[in-house]
């Protein structure tokens, strides 16, 4: 009997710890990141290339060069960047405002011979994107609309801070970032699932280029990040714009929610060479895919993962 009672001590011991941790939040982050690796189903790579417009400011208005370049070395045929609409630090709202008889964008949209529209709102609300979806929607019923939120301008979230007198990215940990981005995400998530859910069907994806961002940091925090010694190698100025290692990233994120497929192994584009990396050039290239892609594999809204 009381070796019975030992050996039953035991297994409920054993139960109650493998209990503890299976729920413990550590083990649920490690099951949310295997996930996608372990059982969850792709959605099925585009073959096709893709008729894109892009609307945005100077955090995305260059992405377009850069995802034609990455098509044109994964020999996607018939890649084409139909238009773009540029307004320096604009809500999506104002390229929809732009009078008619010169809104480019409308005038693409409204023939139903875009794939893709592409768009970068700064903060919400910005009723700009569900304007412009609706009208795609209109003329083209398989157009994906893809929004690349920005990462913070100064490293705050404006809504709610006062901006910095001074901005030191190098003085701030990834812990820091993704507690200042939170609200943000968050906000622009419900918003892309909300007009989701009005249309019926999934027509707004992410491109969760802040996230990989994010990660990049973290990376040349830990002295990781081949070629880039501090954070602020990744920035031209105070506000956040880009050097080629963060647009190159950000080219890739991207690419990766346009067609569905990994950048991992893809040569290295124009945009980073820029960087005159030399031997580390390579390394930092296959670094910039893993951390895009592994962003875009994580984020529910990606449209990785139907």
Not at 84 to 101: A, K, V, Y
Not at 128 to 143: H, P, S, V, Y
Not at 150 to 175: C, F, M, Q, S
């Amino acid at each position: 009997m009381f070796a019975f009672r030992q050996s039953l001590s035991r297994y409920v011991i054993t139960g109650l710890a493998l209990f503890t941790l299976a729920n413990s939040p550590l083990a649920s982050e490690a099951q949310d990141k295997a996930a996608p690796a372990k059982g969850a189903k792709l959605a099925e790579p585009i073959a096709q290339g893709q008729r894109i417009f892009t609307c945005g400011h100077s955090f995305h208005v260059w992405v377009p060069g850069i995802v034609a370049d990455l098509a044109k070395m994964a020999e996607i045929p018939q890649h084409t960047q139909v238009g773009l609409s540029s307004i320096g630090g604009s809500r999506t709202i104002q390229h929809w405002d732009i009078p008619e008889e010169k809104n480019t964008a409308k005038t693409a949209l409204k023939t139903g011979k875009v794939d893709v529209l592409t768009l970068s709102p700064i903060f919400l609300p910005d009723p700009g994107i569900e304007n412009f979806t609706t009208l795609a929607l209109e003329r083209n019923q398989d157009i994906r609309v893809i929004v690349q939120p920005i990462w913070l301008r100064w490293d705050i979230y404006e809504p709610t801070t006062k901006r910095p007198a001074k901005v030191d990215h190098n003085a701030i940990t990834g812990e820091e970032l993704r507690k200042r981005h939170a609200e943000h995400f968050q906000k622009m998530d419900e918003h892309i699932r909300e007009l989701n859910q009005k249309y019926g069907k999934t027509v707004l994806t992410v491109a969760p280029a802040p996230q990989a961002l994010i990660a990049l940091r973290e990376k040349i925090i830990a002295g990781e990040a081949p070629g880039l010694k501090v954070q602020e190698d990744l920035f031209t100025d105070a506000l956040g714009h880009g050097k080629p290692p963060l647009m190159a990233l950000v080219g890739y994120c991207n690419y990766a929610v346009i067609y569905r497929r990994s950048p991992i192994g893809l040569p290295v584009p124009a945009i980073l060479k820029q960087a005159k990396l030399g031997d580390q050039e390579a390394s930092l290239n296959r670094l910039l895919q893993e951390l895009a892609w592994d962003a875009v594999l994580q984020h529910p809204l990606s449209g990785l993962r139907p």
